[in-house]
């Protein structure tokens, strides 16, 4: 498919992002792909790039600050939420993405969540793929799955934790039994989810920061975070998915579409966390599948984007 990449600058810092398809079918719109982390990378979203081709609409994908191709500032006070919503609306105004479909990846869904909340101009729709409204819930629910986990993966888990040394290869390599589970369950996991966690294990200040040391092991600043009483709130279509498997679990998937008025919510079967991942075809064909019922009830040109 065609495409370009660039640059747009935000705070005195770059932020890289690249657009997939040119031409737009005639009452499409384009869709703009939030990553998740905080601190991963748009790698692991790549597949979606087929919305490009059986949708006939362009793909926007972006590394957030701090992430990827991004500049990568050494400014600690740039890792919070507000950073984030506000690097959205830049990209969108210089991309000139005036009518946009938003995809959010757990952390991207969270944002997506966060900057729906404002009542942006020109946001149809949300996809909200396997992210929580709440962070305290999120942990409950990883605390779960963890207690399933083979009694002496915990114990290793447990004793790092205890002892402050998560920074250790043994309690990532350790944690990997949870992902395999939970996050991607395609094996061997593919080359662009691969490049995401790479990043993370070589460059991840914004998740330390922000997320802590794993997935279930909620330490940073997010930790508190949660707008479980504010989905009311978001009044565009919604789509609210998660796979069978998915840390995100199906409670999870139930707070985010009860909170939002008509959300459709789907349980990806024999999916996790990347459902995207391990069953694109069938993935992008539910994304399709929303947002073409979205469009037809909304008028939409394809000058209009």
């Known amino acids: 498919m065609p495409e370009n990449e660039g640059f747009v600058p935000f705070r005195g810092h770059r932020t ?13 719109l384009p869709v703009v792909l939030l990553h998740g982390g905080p601190g991963a990378t748009h790698d692991y979203l790549e597949p979606l790039e087929a919305l490009a081709e059986t949708g006939g609409r362009r793909v926007v994908f972006y590394d957030q600050i701090g992430c990827g191709k991004s500049d990568l500032p050494e400014d600690d006070s740039l890792w919070v939420v507000e950073t984030f919503v506000e690097e ?12 946009i479909h938003l995809f959010g990846s757990s952390w991207g869904g ?9 009542q942006p101009r020109g ?47 043994e309690y990532e390599e350790t944690a990997t039994e949870f992902y395999k589970r939970h996050v991607c369950r395609t094996e061997p996991w593919p080359d662009c989810v691969l490049r995401s966690f790479q990043f993370i294990a070589e460059h991840g200040v ?13 330490t940073g ?52 966390h990347m459902a995207h991942v391990e069953d694109t075809e069938g993935y992008v064909r539910l994304l399709e599948e929303f947002l073409s019922r979205v469009e037809e009830r909304v008028p939409t040109s394809a000058q209009q984007s």
């Open 88 to 99: 959205l609306d830049v990209i969108r105004g210089a991309l000139g993405l005036d009518r």
């Open 123 to 169: 946001l149809e729709s949300l996809i909200l793929a396997s992210s929580p409204a709440s962070i305290p819930q999120w942990v409950e629910e990883t605390g779960k799955l963890r207690a399933d986990l083979p009694p002496d993966v915990q114990a290793v888990l447990d004793r790092h934790e205890a002892a402050g040394t998560t920074d250790d290869p």
């Open 221 to 272: 600043n997010i930790r508190d975070w949660s707008v479980v009483e504010r989905l009311p709130e978001i009044r565009v279509p919604t789509l609210v998915v998660t796979g069978e498997h998915d840390e995100a679990t199906p409670a999870i998937n139930k707070t985010v579409a009860d909170g939002i008025s008509g959300a459709e919510s789907v349980i990806y079967p024999g999916a996790s």
């Open 110 to 118: 969270m944002l997506a969540m966060e900057y729906a909340l404002t």
């Open 206 to 218: 914004v998740y330390r920061t922000m997320n802590g040391p794993s997935e279930f092991h909620v």
């Open 16 to 28: 890289w992002y690249r657009v997939v398809g040119d031409d737009q079918s005639d009452g499409k």
